[in-house]
């Protein structure tokens, strides 16, 4: 251990000293963490929202169950979706060809997110939209190159899990979950409605899962109506519309698919969860320690101990959940004997200081 920490104070003190190699090696970072959320939300659209039927070896699943097991997608990929169906209903027969579909879909999927990253661009910060528009420039590239025809990987699974639509929608809302969440932890998003749940939820300074959510609600409610109205399934020939029974499935297998994905990605995302440490101790000089290393303040009281009778100092302060073990490693080598409860905290009102997104 001692080897170990001795290290890594090397490498820190490398980067304090030279600033160019930090960015380099944080953009090369954050580059890699948006590639690779690119492609698990691109592969778990491909394999569980939107298989390629038509490479499937047993063709009978499709016209017995295909109608049930289609699923919707939320966010910009779920209006792509819309934009899909609305082509079916006009008629549009090229759709029909598997590859038509998912370019038509991903390039759909570009063009929604245009006006939103400019959003980002003037309200959020200009990394953070770098970053959006790589993401969403990558899952465009793996959505449409991404091979799913009758023998690759990707249909393989599919096919495997077809009939099995709670396994199905437990991956689906894992992978858009975990590949959300990746790019929440970078300070960017995948795109499109993240964008708008990450702004408003900086602005209120609570979790992001909730308003994710309540615009996908809409959006899924659009597509099924769409699809009740034609162009919810292929057969391989025509346009067929779903019956609203079945599309009452999908939609409530959707909700479930969105109850997952916002689970996931507030798990994995804790940048706006806050904790609450009341932290006591005999040291009337440990709170000026602990303000001079995390970028929030305290509150000191006095007090008496209980058993002891001596004067001791609790110290309440509101921190970061990824803040909380820096706090606590401070507050022990400052005071070995401090004693530390850990709170969570819902919410906060007041100024809580937040780290610019650049």
């Not at 079916?88 to 879909?105: Q, R």
Request: glycine share 6%; charged share 15%; proline share 3%.
């Amino acid at each position: 251990m001692y080897y170990w920490n001795r290290f890594k104070k090397k490498i820190i003190n490398y980067f304090y000293d030279h600033p160019h190699q930090k960015d380099s090696l944080q953009y090369a970072y954050a580059l890699f963490i948006t590639a690779l959320s690119a492609i698990i939300f691109s592969f778990g659209f491909k394999c569980f929202i939107q298989p390629n039927y038509q490479a499937f070896s047993n063709p009978e699943l499709i016209n017995e169950n295909g109608a049930i097991l289609a699923l919707a997608s939320s966010g910009a990929s779920g209006i792509s979706q819309s934009v899909v169906a609305l082509c079916k209903l006009l008629g549009f027969e090229f759709i029909i060809d598997p590859f038509n579909l998912y370019v038509t879909n991903f390039i759909s999927y570009f063009i929604i997110n245009v006006p939103l990253l400019l959003l980002a661009y003037f309200k959020i910060g200009k990394k953070f939209a770098f970053l959006s528009l790589i993401n969403v420039i990558l899952v465009t590239i793996f959505g449409i190159i991404l091979p799913n025809n009758q023998g690759d990987f990707i249909t393989q699974i599919s096919e495997a899990i077809f009939n099995q639509p709670v396994a199905r929608i437990l991956f689906a809302g894992l992978c858009t979950g975990a590949a959300t969440a990746l790019s929440y932890l970078i300070e960017s998003t995948c795109g499109g409605i993240d964008i708008i749940a990450y702004y408003i939820s900086e602005k209120k300074s609570s979790g992001v899962g909730i308003y994710s959510a309540i615009f996908n609600f809409f959006i899924v409610l659009l597509f099924s109506i769409l699809s009740c109205m034609n162009g919810g399934l292929v057969d391989g020939v025509h346009f067929v519309a779903v019956e609203v029974s079945q599309q009452a499935i999908i939609f409530m297998y959707t909700f479930l698919y969105m109850v997952i994905t916002t689970v996931v990605v507030d798990t994995i995302n804790v940048s706006n969860k806050k904790l609450s440490l009341q932290i006591i101790s005999k040291d009337e000089n440990l709170s000026q320690v602990i303000m001079a290393n995390i970028p929030h303040g305290c509150t000191v009281v006095h007090g008496k101990g209980g058993y002891t009778g001596n004067d001791v100092f609790i110290i309440l302060v509101t921190v970061r959940k990824n803040e909380r073990r820096k706090v606590v490693k401070i507050a022990k080598q400052a005071d070995p004997t401090c004693f530390i409860n850990v709170l969570n905290t819902e919410q906060v009102y007041g100024k809580f200081f937040r780290k610019p997104i650049k």
